[in-house]
């Protein structure tokens, strides 16, 4: 079993900061990448940002340049360091890693529960 747990979201006024945590638990192998995705009222989930085992990252455009993730991996936690925030930032944020559970040749994806942020202008 593996258990994504996120903490770290709020209210904050537009160009303020947060950070958001994700800490992954349980019966772990290996885990192949780790990111965050949001999804505000009426829209579909997107990926907000990305990291890989080996440190690449990817993000996507409406955040780039103010949004960081990062990975301390022998933790495997994840952060999203999220400055000069928007109004449109506005959603529930959704912790995802693609994990390898201990006993297992395969890889899934696995969700943490949703934190809330809300950006007010």
């Known amino acids: 079993q593996v258990q994504l747990v996120e903490s770290g979201g709020g209210l904050v006024q537009a160009g303020g900061s947060l950070r958001l945590s994700c800490v992954a638990s349980g019966s772990i192998s290996s885990i192949n990448a780790m990111g965050w995705y949001r999804q505000a009222p009426g829209k579909q989930r997107e990926l907000v940002a990305g990291i890989s085992s080996g440190g690449a990252t990817n993000y996507a455009d409406s955040v780039k340049g103010r949004f960081t993730i990062s990975d301390p991996n022998a933790k495997n936690t994840v952060y999203l360091q999220m400055n000069s925030l928007k109004p449109e930032d506005t959603a529930v944020y959704y912790c995802?890693?693609?994990?390898?559970?201990?006993?297992?040749?395969?890889?899934?994806?696995?969700w943490g529960q949703g934190t809330q942020v809300t950006v007010s202008s």
């Open positions: 995802n890693a693609n994990v390898r559970p201990s006993g297992s040749w395969l890889a899934r994806d696995y």
